[in-house]
């Protein structure tokens, strides 16, 4: 009877080590993903050049956002889930409306946190969104260090950072923003 205490102890043992070593491999990929992530992480205080990426926006077209150069830029990365982002939507597209000419606005969707590029394509259609929406399956938001939706990054027409938001922007906010940008 010692013999078969003793054997399921030593089998629960096992078993016990075999999950310690699997859970000490997945933080160790992790680690390791993480690690990979942050250094290509590039300075994004004002000041600094913003990073240049290209992606295929909702239309279909590809747009790099270093072919803006000469002209301001208000980035916006949001999702289509995140309801701060969706009261924000029709404060941007206003803007963009009204300042269409002097301010380039991009969007760009975290289409990775989205169910599907359907999901992206509704919200937007029912927003009624003009201005570019661009799909970000790349992780330029990685790059971007966003961490909160939505974060919004004011570029000047050299393509430097002037400022950055973290959280919900109104039409008023905006234009204190533009008054920065040259």
Request: hydrophobic content about 40%; charged content about 25%.
């Amino acid at each position: 009877m010692a013999y078969i205490h003793r054997k399921m102890g030593i089998e629960k043992m096992k078993k016990t080590f075999g999950v310690l070593i699997i859970v000490s491999l997945v933080l160790t990929a992790f680690f390791l993903h993480f690690t990979e992530q942050q250094s290509s992480v590039v300075d994004n205080s004002p000041g600094e050049s913003a990073i240049d990426f290209e992606l295929q926006a909702l239309d279909g077209t590809s747009t790099r956002l270093s072919s803006f150069k000469g002209k301001p830029i208000i980035l916006n990365f949001w999702a289509s889930w995140c309801e701060p982002c969706e009261n924000e939507m029709p404060e941007l597209d206003k803007f963009h409306k009204k300042y269409t000419e002097d301010v380039v606005i991009m969007g760009v969707n975290i289409t990775s946190q989205e169910i599907s590029e359907q999901s992206v394509r509704n919200f937007v259609n029912e927003l009624d969104i003009s201005f570019p929406v661009l799909l970000d399956t790349e992780g330029v938001f990685r790059q971007y260090q966003v961490m909160n939706l939505p974060t919004t990054y004011f570029i000047d027409s050299n393509g430097k950072i002037v400022d950055s938001y973290y959280g919900e922007l109104t039409f008023e906010m905006l234009e204190q923003f533009k008054a920065k940008l040259k």
